[in-house]
């Protein structure tokens, strides 16, 4: 059952009589467990409907709409499904106590992979999950794989019962589903040889693996520091090697990089930024594969559009990661533009200083940055440090930052977003 949380106007929902609150129980007589089999249950021109309303009432419609009018419900989020592993690294156990709730959910989610691009362990299917995955042809899928050795695997998950998951990903190859995977780089444990062999096993399984990248472990203070460590800058040198080993490969047998190294990998061995060309259609740039390239390439393609900006002074806040990358970004943007861009680099105050990603900064350490900055015209928040509901990880809302900052102040995705429109004079 999953149940309509709002029914827009005009639409066939409304017109059906389903309200807020309306329960959809099943189509053609299955019944529905979240958004997926709403979706591909009602993809067709005809269907029957079953559903009940808030007094109880049961109603069967016999629907017929033309293919591809949406019905018009919104509908309650899915139940977040659990992980069952307990990664050394995972961030969510790295969290300090008082956040919100659920920044302690510990996701490991198939439907959110194929969605949003999270990634996914596939540790936790059931049965009837691989059999949805299948016969809804999720894909492609993202996965985390981080070795392809099982005993290796297992260790790094610290989950003695997870699968095998090269046999998981020729079970859903057979049936068309395809793969982004990721490699998270713990030194001494998955680096080195077992890098090698599992770049080669991922290689060598074919085109059902779209790519792969290798990400360095991230740590907050509060992980456990005695267990895992972040890797140097020389074992992120050697990781880049095998990255352009393996690429080279991919290149000269199937035309295709392949292989790519997040930016932090780059950052921390201290090697340059590959160019743009590599990253072939920046797959998994919101992993933080190719960032710093694909917004070079934003702010070429619309800079005829970012006209008004001669002589402003714009402040962008960001996390210590991109502070050494972000100059890259703003002097083209600077030179297309006209304005004086002042890169501010804000220390996480609530994780600690080893947690530089921009998306988790606290709301108060970017309040602190900017409440006396009444020098500048407009200050860039990254637009990740904010949820849907208005608020950062530290639970400040987003409207009484607003208040507190004497300029105006835009969350931006990729500067281009909020910069075709100027600031009021
Ligand atoms: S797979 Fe590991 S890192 Fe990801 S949520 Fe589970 S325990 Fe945490």
């Not at 659920?102 to 049965?127: C, E, H, M, Q, W």
């Not at 290149?251 to 930016?263: L, P, Q, S, V, Y």
Request: hydrophobic fraction near 40%; charged fraction near 25%; glycine fraction near 8%.
């Amino acid at each position: 059952m999953i149940r309509v949380t709002a029914v827009h106007d005009d639409s066939i929902a409304a017109e059906l009589g389903l309200r807020e609150g309306t329960q959809l129980l099943s189509v053609n007589g299955r019944e529905l467990e979240d958004f997926l089999d709403w979706e591909f249950l009602t993809a067709e021109e005809a269907f029957l409907l079953h559903v009940r309303q808030p007094d109880g009432e049961e109603i069967e419609f016999d629907i017929e709409r033309p293919l591809g009018e949406a019905i018009g419900v919104e509908l309650e989020p899915a139940r977040i499904r659990r992980c069952a592993n307990r990664c050394d690294f995972c961030f969510v156990d790295g969290l300090p106590d008082g956040l919100r709730d659920v920044l302690y959910i510990r996701d490991d989610d198939y439907r959110l992979s194929f969605r949003y691009g999270n990634f996914a362990t596939l540790t936790n299917l059931k049965p009837h999950d691989v059999q949805r995955i299948i016969e809804y042809r999720l894909s492609p899928l993202y996965v985390s794989v981080h070795a392809t050795d099982p005993t290796v695997r297992r260790y790094l998950l610290r989950n003695p019962t997870a699968p095998d998951v090269l046999s998981q990903l020729g079970e859903f190859a057979e049936h068309g589903i395809e793969f982004h995977t990721q490699i998270v780089m713990s030194p001494g444990v998955n680096d080195g040889e077992v890098l090698r062999q599992t770049l080669g096993d991922l290689y060598r399984f074919g085109p059902a693996i779209i790519g792969c990248s290798v990400v360095p472990v991230g740590l907050t203070e509060y992980s456990k520091h005695h267990l895992v460590r972040e890797p140097t800058a020389e074992e992120c040198r050697a990781a880049i090697q095998l990255i352009d080993e393996q690429a080279r490969v991919a290149r000269a047998e199937r035309g295709i990089n392949w292989a790519f190294g997040a930016d932090e990998l780059y950052v921390r061995a201290g090697v340059e930024l590959p160019q743009a060309e590599i990253y072939d259609g920046f797959d998994q740039v919101e992993n933080g594969v190719g960032s710093v390239r694909w917004l070079q390439q934003r702010i070429d393609t619309v800079a005829g559009e970012l006209r008004g900006w001669a002589g402003k002074r714009i402040a962008v806040v960001t996390g210590t990661a991109m502070g050494h990358l972000m100059p890259m970004v703003l002097e083209p943007l600077a030179r297309t533009t006209g304005a004086e861009f002042e890169l501010i680099p804000v220390v996480n105050t609530l994780f600690g200083s080893r947690v530089t990603t921009a998306g988790l900064l606290p709301g108060q350490a970017m309040q602190q940055a900017l409440r006396d900055r009444r020098d500048l015209d407009l200050a860039l928040l990254p637009g990740e440090s904010v949820n849907d509901d208005g608020f950062f990880i530290d639970n400040m809302s987003l409207a009484t930052l607003l208040q507190s900052i004497p300029i105006e102040v835009r969350l931006s995705k990729d500067f281009t977003d909020v910069l075709q429109v100027p600031v009021a004079a």
